[in-house]
C-alpha cells in the first residue's frame, strides 16, 4: 500500500521534510525540531512510507503477540488523575474493590496447564496495599509457576509504596526483583512535562522519579516499557519531549523493549469534554514513534485501546507488536470507553488479524524471545489444540 520510500522522499517538495527523509533513509538519527516538524508537516502516506521502511528494515514482516493475562489487585486510587475513568477515590470507596493474595492466587492458578507465559499486575495505588504485600504475592506466584514472567507495577505504585516503606528506589526495586518480580510495564508515564503534567495528574511521580525507576530496573538488569497517553491537551512537542527524554536514557541503559503510545479515551472523567484523535492522527502519532523513537527496538498497539480493527492497521504505520491474548476483564479502558469492553482475544484471532494484513505471526516472550512461528500453521488447527488455542 505504501510508496517506494526513496522515491517519495526524492520527489518531497518541502525542503525540511526532504532533508529529515533523507537522514531516516541513511539510518541517522532526526532530532527534537525534525520529530516536531514530522507532526507538523508529514501527511498520512509520507510518515506511513518512511515508518513502515523502518519497520521492515528492523524486523521485516514479523509481528509478536504474547499469551498474557492481567491482573488488577484494586481500583482503589489514592491519586486523582483526571483522564483516569477506573479509579475511585479512596476515601469514597464506591464500586471500589480489593483483591487479597489469596483471591489474586486464585486467578493465577486458573491458568494452571494453559500456555500462558506472562502475568502483568496493575492497579490503583491503595494504600493498605504495602511493599510487603506485593513481595508476599511475587513470592506466591514464583512459589506456585516459576517460569511465569512477572511484568508488574509503575512507577506510581513503586513509589508510592517505597516511600511508604521507607527504603529507596535502589532498596525496593531488589527487594521486589528477588521476590520474583522481572520487568516493569511502561505505565505511569503518560506526558512528562510539567506543563501537561501539573494539568493532568499533578500528584502522583513526576518525569524524573518515573525515569528514575525505570533506569534503577534496567541496572538491576530487568527490562520495562515505555508509553506515552496522547490525543489529549498535549501539543506535538511535548510528545517529542516526552520521546526524547525516553529516548535518552535508552542510550544509557539499552533497558527499555518497547514503546507504547496510548490513544486517551474520554468517558466518565474528568477530561471527558476533550474529544478523541482521529484515526488518521492515532497513525501518525504510531508512524512518528517509529521515526524518533529508533533505538527501542519495538512499537506496541495495544488493543483493546484502539479496537481490533484499528490496531490491525497500525501495522502499516511501524508497530510490529500487538500486545497479547490479555485475557482480562481490563477495567482500565472498557471504563474508559475503549472498544473492547471485555478484552481477550484467542490466539487463533490475534493469528487470524496479522495474517490478514500479509504480516507473519510469531508468539514472543515478554523478553522477545521467540516461541512460535505462527506462519504456516493452519487457524483451523489452532481452534482445535489446545496446547496452540
Ligand atoms: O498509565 C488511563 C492509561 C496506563 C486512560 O507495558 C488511559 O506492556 C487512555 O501502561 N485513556 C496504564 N489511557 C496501562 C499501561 C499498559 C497497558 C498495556 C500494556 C502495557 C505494557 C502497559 O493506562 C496509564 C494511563 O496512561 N490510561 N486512563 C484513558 N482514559
Ligand atoms: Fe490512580 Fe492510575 Fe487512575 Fe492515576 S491513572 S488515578 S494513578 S489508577
Not at 28 to 56: T, Y
Not at 265 to 274: A, I, P, T
Request: charged letters at 25%; a negative charge; one cysteine or more.
Amino acid at each position: 500500500m505504501h510508496s517506494d520510500p526513496f522515491t517519495l522522499v526524492s520527489n518531497t517538495t518541502d525542503p525540511q521534510l526532504k532533508q529529515i527523509g533523507e537522514k531516516i533513509l541513511r539510518k541517522e538519527r532526526i532530532s527534537f525540531d525534525d520529530g516536531v516538524v514530522l507532526f507538523e508537516k508529514g501527511s498520512l502516506s509520507w510518515l506511513g512510507a518512511l515508518a513502515n521502511w523502518v519497520r521492515e528494515e528492523k524486523h521485516g514482516n514479523k509481528t509478536y503477540f504474547n499469551r498474557n493475562f492481567h491482573i488488577e489487585p484494586t481500583n482503589v486510587c489514592v491519586f486523582s488523575c483526571k483522564f483516569c475513568s477506573y479509579s475511585r477515590l479512596y476515601a469514597s470507596r464506591e464500586e471500589g474493590w480489593e483483591l487479597s493474595i489469596e483471591q489474586m492466587m486464585h486467578i493465577i492458578k486458573s491458568y494452571d496447564g494453559k500456555p500462558v507465559t506472562e502475568v502483568h499486575i496493575v492497579g490503583g495505588v491503595h494504600p493498605k496495599m504495602t511493599l510487603a504485600f506485593f513481595i508476599d504475592l511475587l513470592k506466591a506466584i514464583k512459589a506456585h509457576r516459576p517460569d511465569l514472567h512477572i511484568k508488574a507495577f509503575t512507577p506510581v505504585e513503586l513509589d508510592y509504596m517505597f516511600k511508604k516503606a521507607k527504603v529507596t528506589v535502589e532498596e525496593g526495586m531488589k527487594l521486589a526483583h528477588e521476590a520474583g518480580l522481572d520487568s516493569l510495564p511502561g505505565g505511569g508515564a503518560e506526558i512528562f512535562h510539567p506543563e501537561i503534567r501539573t494539568q493532568i495528574c499533578e500528584d502522583k511521580v513526576d518525569a524524573d522519579g518515573w525515569l528514575h525507576i525505570h533506569k534503577t530496573a534496567h541496572l538491576l538488569g530487568m527490562h520495562s516499557n515505555a508509553t506515552l497517553l496522547y490525543g489529549h491537551i498535549e501539543k506535538f512537542w511535548h510528545r517529542i519531549d516526552h520521546m526524547d527524554r525516553l529516548r535518552t536514557l535508552q542510550d544509557e541503559t539499552g533497558g527499555f523493549n518497547t514503546f507504547i503510545p496510548l490513544k486517551f479515551r474520554n468517558k466518565d472523567n474528568d477530561m471527558s469534554y476533550v474529544k478523541e484523535s482521529s484515526v488518521i492522527e492515532d497513525m501518525r502519532m504510531y508512524a512518528v514513534s517509529r521515526l524518533y523513537m529508533d533505538n527501542f527496538p519495538h512499537i506496541k498497539a495495544y488493543w483493546p485501546m484502539l479496537g481490533r480493527q484499528n490496531a490491525q492497521l497500525t501495522l502499516s504505520f511501524g508497530v510490529n507488536d500487538i500486545d497479547g491474548t490479555i485475557d482480562d476483564s481490563t477495567k482500565i479502558y472498557a471504563m474508559a470507553g475503549s472498544e473492547e469492553q471485555t478484552p481477550a482475544m484467542s490466539t487463533a484471532d490475534l493469528v487470524t488479524l496479522i495474517k490478514q494484513v500479509k504480516r507473519q505471526p510469531v508468539e514472543r516472550g515478554t523478553l522477545y524471545n521467540e516461541i512460535r512461528d505462527y506462519s504456516e500453521v493452519d487457524v483451523a488447527e489452532i481452534e482445535v489444540n489446545p496446547l496452540l488455542n
